[in-house]
């Protein structure tokens, strides 16, 4: 599976790359902090939701360390998704460490 350190896509989305976040945490998670422009699909969510995922763009998958937003990616290539996902390293605890600090940890 594809990964990208927080520190690698800041520098992506600073250059303008067209990529597609997707939140997969819960309401509950997502209400303490957030990446910016995210799409919030929870994970019990994303195989009903794929539809709203734009295969066409690039699209990377966080959650708090890593681990739900991999199992999001394995669950939609399974189910046929041919975009191309990757997964953020660390999550938005990742995030928090490497690129703004004023991010929420919990």
Do not use: F
Request: hydrophobic fraction near 35%; charged fraction near 30%; glycine fraction near 8%.
């Amino acid at each position: 599976m594809e990964e990208i350190t927080s520190t690698e896509l800041k520098q992506r989305l600073d250059k303008g790359d067209d990529i597609q976040l997707i939140d997969v945490r819960e309401d509950s998670e997502v209400a303490i902090a957030r990446i910016p422009n995210s799409i919030h699909i929870p994970l019990g969510q994303v195989l009903a939701r794929m539809n709203e995922i734009d295969q066409t763009r690039e699209t990377v998958v966080h959650c708090k360390m890593g681990g739900r937003s991999a199992r999001a990616i394995d669950a939609l290539q399974r189910s046929g998704y041919s975009g191309k996902l990757i997964n953020l390293k660390g999550g938005i605890i990742g995030w928090s460490n490497e690129v703004d600090p004023t991010v929420a940890k919990y």
